[in-house]
């Protein structure tokens, strides 16, 4: 994959709620926090030239050893 036009790279996560790293928009609150991943990738891939690199698994440990598992997606932005 040739990625010379790309200006950044966003990681997003269904447990973290962020702005648009593009247009700036506001994050799409739901209840399920892989809905809300799901509609953060849907709104960047909207964006011309935005590409869904991949998309994954992630498990690490709370404080009191409890696993803590999440998705992440990440996205190539070119420029603009």
Not at 51 to 77: F, K, M
Request: aromatic share 4%; charged share 20%.
């Amino acid at each position: 994959m040739i990625m010379d036009d790309v200006q950044q790279v966003a990681q997003l996560y269904s447990d973290v709620t962020a702005r648009c790293p593009v247009c700036d928009a506001g994050p799409q609150m739901t209840v399920d926090g892989d809905e809300y991943l799901t509609s953060q990738v849907d709104h960047l891939l909207e964006h011309d030239g935005c590409r869904l690199l991949q998309v994954g698994q992630e498990t690490s440990h709370g404080p009191n050893g409890e696993r803590w598992q999440r998705t992440s997606a990440v996205v190539a932005i070119p420029a603009s």
